[in-house]
């Protein structure tokens, strides 16, 4: 039962993280109080200078004045629920969020003029979901890749420039590599497209189904590749018949038309490699410290002394064994990604959650800023359970428990 | 790499005063300076020798204006007559972005004060450019764009001089300019480039900016200022705005951004360095406390680790940053609120527990210190040298914090730092193409972007090699 109790602690903890992240950012964007103050003030100074301009209301006493404005003000301001406490309010305000009840934008609205501000975030999460998770997995099987061919090749010019390049890539965020990318691939040398979700005008629209061959050639191939790691060498012919059919899924992707998902995706193209640039320093660098460590296990030396291939020693029990602390050590790393998008996708003009973040804090937009803060956090609270999953699964003593 | 870096932090503040960043908030301090100039040295990237700009001070100052002086009174109404005259050699391939003359005028108060101003060629021609009256007293400068769009100055009256120079020159004819450059109710809609025109050779080819060609040589200006009283009297400067300017280019005021780039260092390094000290050591301690008395304490100290570690810091401050317009210091305070505890603690406290065991402590113990004293004085100084490492690591993480609130607008607003000018530079279009920039306004990102790079990977660098000193197990391999 380790496996369930301890997803279960992870469960609650972060459940509680979450609760009182979205607390603290409601008490902040309502200026701990000092917005009501403001908004009091200013129904105060409209309803005056509206009495002001009555020519009725002047040709009254002066206490029926008082009386007939405070009567006025009171219920304007019991209207907005300005008289309700701080603390309440801001318990019931967390609620709504919690419950994605996140209200209306004051300025913002979706493509199709909805300003309900969920209707604006989930029209833009999917983009930045697809471009952020391409962009990290990439980033991840590189990284992971280069690190076990450091590891290998120890102490070697090609590890120690390797290392190098890890060490300073991953100290410097997407953002500030998607200025010089635009710069030198965008403008210099025109290879792709600077930024934006299409070019303008858009080319024409394309079914949704159209998006998805290249995924469909990739898994393809890798399913080919991992299918021929485990079959005998006369079947290996499936293998390759699959990465083939994934190879010509891809040329007949490529040869159809440019459509709006393939200009779409070209338009990615910029962003996901500065993003996967300033994150596979981290993976590539704690695996093949991992890995090295792992190697001077008494286990992996077995492995070895059995005659087994240097590359088997490797996936199979180096890699296995280094796993599980990779995966923690770089939980956050992944999940702190997530609000580094606010900036790398205002650099590249690219409609998603971070490019809305920024537009919210241009307009002073504030239920959209709380609503994207709670979106934020559910997408990190989410992202760290995931890992924690997976490193349960992962992680051979936990796995032992539940035998 | 840290070296020079620190060598500029110490110089620039020496030999750049402070007022000079205090001028850059100053638009009137820049108007010598071309604006959106790209550095000189990005001629060799063109090919072509690109203009620079050129200044023609006030009579008076070394290589100002010629200045003639006469009054005259006739049947008891005086007239006074200033003539200013200034020339500048021109042998770029290129135009000059903008050309504008400023005047000091005095006057009195007679209407129909004139200023009348004359473009002289290389070729020997002499254009009438424009006539206008002085709007503003002495010590006042009266500005007057030869080429601007707007409607204020009197580039309307250079447009119409250059049409009627051109009709005149039978270059053009009136139908061709009218259907070239429409006007409604006297507006171009399509306005000429004036400089194209002033500075073209005369031929066809001068009525279209693309085809036109520089004509190289001596151009003059002649001013003349006729006014109706005997104190009457009036002086002028030009400046031909050049393409390129200095080592670094200019930004949309014409501010140099080399001042920015320079004083960005001292800047990003005390932030940074100031963040990361704070950050870093409160964490060690609270790490060491937690590792070192165990409990409840410990318990506390780990799960508000993690709370810190999954809550979005950067959202939140940005919040912070909207709701309160911070200065740099009280942004620097938020940023180590916000890094109390973290990735460090858990680091020191797992460190701390192996030293816990080693014998010296249970040496300590046993002549009966303190468990404080054993903190302070036996497991703090072991622990220390590891947080070198990591504070020489957390510095780019507190610089690229600023930046990225500088950027979003949310920085100090007075300090020019990298992530100042690349907020700027963003919100002035600097990474989008256009006609007059095909590559972005590449020299106003660019030297920021490498500077807060540089600046980062030296301490990179530098956390990397204490960590190999420090960490045996990486070095033994």
């Known amino acids: ?403 | 790499m840290l070296g020079f870096l620190i060598l500029l932090a110490v110089l620039v503040p020496i030999f750049a005063p402070y007022n000079v960043v205090q001028s850059w908030n100053d638009p009137g301090a820049w108007t010598n300076n071309p604006k959106l100039a790209a550095p000189e040295w990005s001629e060799v990237f063109t090919g072509k020798h690109l203009p620079r700009t050129a200044l023609m001070p006030y009579n008076g100052e070394p290589g100002g204006f010629d200045k003639v002086r006469i009054s005259f009174n006739v049947s008891n109404q005086v007239y006074t007559t200033v003539v200013l005259r200034s020339s500048f050699s021109f042998q770029a391939d290129a135009f000059p972005s903008e050309i504008k003359m400023f005047m000091t005028t005095v006057f009195g108060n007679v209407t129909g004060t004139q200023i009348k101003v004359f473009w002289g060629r290389p070729d020997g021609q002499e254009i009438h450019i424009f006539d206008a009256n002085p709007s503003v007293r002495a010590p006042y400068e009266n500005t007057f764009s030869l080429t601007g769009p707007t409607i204020k100055d009197p580039s309307y009256a250079v447009y119409n001089s250059i049409r009627d120079w051109l009709i005149l020159k039978n270059v053009t004819s009136e139908t061709e300019w009218d259907a070239l450059f429409p006007r409604i109710g006297g507006i171009y809609q399509n306005p000429p480039k004036a400089q194209t025109m002033l500075m073209g050779k005369l031929d066809h080819s001068i009525l279209d900016p693309q085809t036109s060609e520089v004509l190289k040589g001596n151009y003059s200006f002649r001013i003349e200022f006729n006014g109706f009283t005997a104190t009457d009297d009036a002086n002028a400067r030009a400046v031909v705005y050049g393409t390129v300017f200095g080592l670094a280019g200019t930004d949309f005021e014409g501010r140099d951004l080399l001042v920015a780039l320079l004083w960005g260092a001292p800047v990003a390094l005390a932030f940074g360095i100031a963040g990361a000290l704070a950050s870093v050591l409160i964490q060690t301690i609270l790490g060491a406390i937690s590792g070192w008395y165990g409990g409840l304490i410990d318990e506390f100290v780990q799960r508000t680790a993690d709370f810190y570690l999954i809550i979005p810091t950067l959202p939140i401050l940005i919040l912070l940053g909207i709701l309160y317009h911070l200065g740099i210091v009280l942004i620097l305070i938020v940023l180590v609120v916000f890094g109390i505890v973290g990735a460090t603690t858990k680091v020191v406290r797992s460190i701390v527990l192996q030293v816990k065991e080693e014998q010296f402590i249970e040496a300590a113990r046993s002549y009966g210190a303190s468990r404080g004293r054993i903190l302070f004085r036996y497991i703090l100084p072991r622990v220390m040298p590891y947080t070198f490492a990591l504070i020489a690591l957390t510095v780019p993480a507190f610089i690229f914090l600023e930046a990225s609130l500088s950027f979003l607008g949310l920085g100090d607003p007075m300090l020019p730092t990298w992530g100042h000018i690349l907020g700027d530079a963003y919100g002035q279009s600097a990474l989008f193409a256009s006609r007059a920039f095909p590559n972005g306004m590449w020299w106003w990102v660019f030297f920021p972007a490498a500077g807060i790079i540089f600046t980062t990977v030296a301490f990179a660098l530098l956390g990397y090699a204490f960590d190999k000193v420090l960490n045996p197990r990486l070095r033994e391999q």
Do not use: C
């Open chain 1, 1 to 403: 039962m380790g496996v369930v109790r301890h997803l279960t602690r992870r469960a609650v903890f972060l459940a509680v993280t979450f609760v009182i992240a979205i607390y603290v950012t409601v008490v902040i964007a309502n200026g701990f109080g000092r917005i009501d103050a403001i908004l009091k003030a200013q129904i105060y100074q409209d309803l005056k200078q509206q009495y002001a301009r009555n020519p009725a209301f002047n040709r009254l006493p002066p206490e029926e004045q008082a009386r007939q404005f405070n009567i006025t003000y009171n219920a304007t301001v019991e209207a907005q629920g300005l008289n309700e406490p701080f603390l309440p309010k801001t318990v019931r305000y967390t609620v709504s969020a919690l419950l994605l009840n996140l209200g209306r934008a004051t300025q913002l609205h979706s493509s199709d003029g909805s300003p309900a501000v969920s209707a604006i975030i989930f029209e833009r999460l999917p983009r930045s979901l697809v471009l952020f998770t391409v962009a990290n997995v990439v980033a991840a099987v590189v990284g992971i890749w280069l690190g076990l061919w450091m590891a290998r090749k120890a102490l070697s010019p090609f590890d120690r420039g390797m290392t190098v390049l890890s060490v300073t890539t991953f100290v410097v965020p997407p953002w500030v590599y998607g200025i010089l990318f635009i710069l030198v691939f965008g403008f210099g040398l025109k290879v792709a497209p600077s930024g934006g979700l299409t070019s303008v005008p858009p080319p024409p629209p394309a079914p949704l189904l159209a998006a998805f061959p290249p995924l469909i050639a990739v898994g393809l191939a890798v399913a080919g590749y991992l299918a021929n790691k485990h079959l005998r060498t006369k079947y290996r012919a499936i293998g390759y018949g699959v990465m083939a059919a994934g190879a010509a899924v891809l040329v007949a992707w490529v040869l159809t038309p440019y459509d709006y998902f393939k200009d779409m995706e070209w338009h990615m193209v910029l962003p996901a490699a500065a993003v996967a640039f300033s994150v596979f320093g981290s993976w590539s660098y704690t695996t093949r410290n991992l890995v090295l460590q792992v190697m001077d296990e008494d286990f992996v030396f077995a492995a070895r002394a059995r005659g087994l291939k240097e590359r088997d020693v490797l996936s199979k029990y180096v890699l296995r064994a280094a796993s599980p602390p990779i995966v923690t050590s770089l939980a956050l790393t992944l999940a702190a990604a997530w609000t580094g998008a606010i900036i790398t996708e205002t650099v590249f003009n690219y409609p998603g959650l971070g490019e809305l973040f920024f537009e919210a804090i241009s307009l002073q937009d504030a239920p959209v800023v709380i609503g994207l803060t709670t979106v934020y956090a559910l997408l990190l609270v989410v992202t760290v359970f995931l890992l924690d999953l997976t490193y349960s699964l992962l992680d051979p003593r936990i796995k032992a428990l539940r035998r």
